[in-house]
């Protein structure tokens, strides 16, 4: 195959993925790398490095407009970052010995627990009660709303901060954002309102992603000729997808999307099991 | 509340400003990608594409030096490169405007929060972890 032709059919690829990562709030590298995998038989290395340029640029992208409308809380988010910072080197570290196929297995693993949670019902959960260390670390904030400010406490801290480590070293380790365990860690675990957490993990994901993308760069993992038509597919498909998302919030396309993807994480398991990745 | 009202104010022209940084840092990068992309397509369109296998990468897109000089000859993989620096640059850049924003805030906390933030960064650039 042609390098243009190649280029053309990622471009084409990365836009729908990034549209799908969009749409589903699963993010658009979780799609693209079964596509480079699976598909156009890509190296996990590369496909890896690629998609986690495009999370940088989706995650700084569509930060703008949350950071401006003040919802994301910016000292939890710098916080859990230092977390999240040094899990993603770990699994950059990580990557380099782990064997190809293991790499793939645990990409079907977290995908197909993506797509679940990409499901789950979101209950606005908004109450003052803070831990002290919470309190310490004034994580505590308000965002506001139709009602005007909600304020809402921050519990549980440092439950909520070893689960970002293990969200970083996933980020770091398959080239993902890893936003379904972000939420995991603070809606779960730190009960903080829906709104204020994924917004606030998209924040981080760019940093976190970034952590680990200088390391993969210095190691040949990020091919320019391969990053440059994943980068700008997912980032145009992920804008369509926020135009759009405003539109059309429907519940049937949603499971439509979860299934899809968890065909494509059975075929990455499948794959690395049988060694043929 | 004079001093809270200030505060807050502070607060949101910060996040103004990290904000607008951030849209233009991805602008100025994805134009460069594109751009650096043009010219590798009109350059090697026509090779034959082979990433089946992971091999090793020539250095000007893995060390600063060489990039540079492979950016001034106008290899379009050079200035993908680039382009792709500059928008890894673009979060880490963010976290610096946010150290300032907490020191003019007076959140020293923060300040230093922010600091061992970028110091994670800056280990996973300069600490030879590629191996």
Same mark, same amino acid.
Request: proline share 2%; glycine share 12%.
């Given at each position: 195959?042609?390098?243009? #032709?190649?280029?053309?059919?990622?471009?084409? *690829?990365?836009?729908?993925?990034? @549209?799908?990562?969009?749409?589903?709030?699963? /993010? /658009?590298?979780? #799609?693209?790398?079964?596509?480079?995998?699976?598909?156009?038989?890509?190296?996990?290395?590369?496909?890896? /490095?690629?998609?986690?340029?495009?999370?940088?640029?989706?995650?700084?992208?569509?930060?703008?407009?949350?950071?401006?409308?003040?919802?994301?809380?910016?000292?939890?988010?710098?916080?859990?970052?230092?977390?999240?910072?040094? *899990?993603?080197?770990?699994?950059?570290?990580?990557?380099?010995?782990?064997?190809?196929?293991?790499?793939?297995?645990?990409?079907?693993?977290?995908?197909?627990?993506?797509?679940?949670?990409?499901?789950?019902?979101?209950?606005?959960?908004?109450?003052?009660?803070?831990?002290?260390?919470?309190?310490?670390?004034?994580?505590?904030?308000?965002?506001?709303?139709?009602?005007?400010?909600?304020?809402? /406490?921050?519990?549980?801290?440092?439950?909520?901060?070893?689960?970002?480590?293990?969200?970083?070293?996933?980020?770091?380790?398959?080239?993902?954002?890893?936003?379904?365990?972000?939420?995991?860690?603070?809606? *779960?675990?730190?009960?903080?309102?829906?709104?204020?957490?994924?917004?606030?993990?998209?924040?981080?994901?760019?940093?976190?992603?970034?952590?680990?993308?200088?390391?993969?760069?210095?190691?040949?993992?990020?091919?320019?000729?391969?990053?440059?038509?994943? #980068?700008?597919?997912?980032?145009?498909?992920?804008?369509?997808?926020?135009?759009?998302?405003?539109?059309?919030?429907?519940?049937?396309?949603?499971?439509?999307?979860?299934?899809?993807?968890?065909? @494509?994480?059975?075929?990455?398991?499948?794959?690395?099991?049988?060694?043929?990745? | 509340? &004079?001093?809270?009202?200030?505060?807050?104010? &502070?607060?949101?022209?910060?996040?103004?400003?990290?904000?607008?940084?951030?849209?233009?840092?991805?602008?100025?990068?994805?134009?460069?990608?594109?751009?650096?992309? !043009?010219?590798?397509?009109?350059?090697?369109?026509?090779?034959?594409? %082979?990433?089946?296998?992971? &091999?090793?990468? =020539? %250095?000007?897109?893995?060390?600063?030096?060489?990039?540079?000089?492979? +950016?001034?000859?106008? &290899?379009?993989?050079?200035?993908?490169?680039?382009?792709? !620096?500059?928008?890894?640059?673009? =979060?880490?850049?963010? +976290?610096?405007?946010?150290?300032?924003?907490?020191?003019?805030?007076?959140?020293?906390?923060?300040?230093?929060?922010? +600091?061992? +933030?970028?110091?994670?960064?800056?280990?996973?650039?300069?600490?030879?972890?590629?191996?």
């Amino acid at each position: 195959m042609s390098v243009l #032709v190649l280029t053309v059919i990622i471009i084409v *690829g990365a836009y729908a993925a990034g @549209l799908v990562g969009s749409l589903t709030g699963l /993010g /658009g590298a979780v #799609v693209i790398i079964p596509l480079l995998t699976i598909l156009l038989r890509v190296d996990i290395h590369y496909a890896i /490095g690629a998609a986690l340029v495009s999370v940088i640029a989706t995650s700084s992208g569509s930060a703008v407009a949350y950071v401006k409308q003040g919802i994301t809380n910016m000292r939890l988010g710098m916080f859990l970052e230092i977390a999240t910072t040094s *899990g993603a080197i770990t699994g950059a570290i990580i990557a380099q010995y782990l064997p190809v196929k293991y790499i793939a297995i645990l990409f079907g693993i977290v995908l197909i627990f993506s797509a679940l949670m990409s499901l789950r019902k979101k209950i606005s959960q908004a109450d003052t009660i803070e831990s002290p260390l919470s309190h310490k670390l004034k994580l505590s904030s308000s965002y506001p709303s139709g009602d005007g400010e909600i304020a809402y /406490g921050v519990r549980n801290v440092a439950g909520g901060f070893v689960m970002m480590i293990f969200a970083g070293v996933m980020s770091g380790l398959l080239g993902i954002g890893s936003g379904a365990l972000k939420v995991v860690a603070m809606d *779960g675990i730190m009960r903080i309102p829906f709104k204020v957490s994924t917004t606030t993990s998209n924040f981080m994901i760019g940093v976190t992603a970034a952590a680990s993308a200088v390391v993969y760069l210095q190691r040949g993992y990020i091919e320019p000729g391969l990053a440059m038509p994943v #980068v700008l597919g997912v980032l145009l498909g992920a804008f369509t997808g926020s135009k759009i998302l405003v539109h059309a919030q429907s519940n049937k396309l949603r499971y439509f999307f979860a299934v899809i993807v968890s065909i @494509l994480a059975v075929q990455m398991i499948y794959k690395g099991v049988t060694g043929a990745i | 509340m &004079k001093q809270a009202e200030d505060k807050l104010l &502070k607060d949101k022209d910060i996040q103004h400003l990290i904000g607008s940084l951030l849209r233009w840092g991805v602008l100025l990068s994805m134009t460069v990608v594109a751009f650096g992309g !043009i010219i590798y397509l009109y350059r090697h369109g026509h090779n034959v594409s %082979d990433y089946s296998t992971f &091999k090793l990468q =020539p %250095d000007f897109t893995r060390e600063g030096w060489p990039l540079l000089q492979g +950016v001034l000859a106008f &290899k379009g993989r050079a200035i993908i490169q680039l382009g792709i !620096i500059l928008l890894i640059a673009t =979060p880490i850049m963010r +976290v610096v405007f946010s150290a300032i924003g907490f020191f003019f805030e007076k959140d020293y906390l923060y300040v230093l929060i922010t +600091v061992l +933030v970028l110091g994670v960064i800056m280990f996973s650039m300069f600490g030879g972890l590629a191996g």
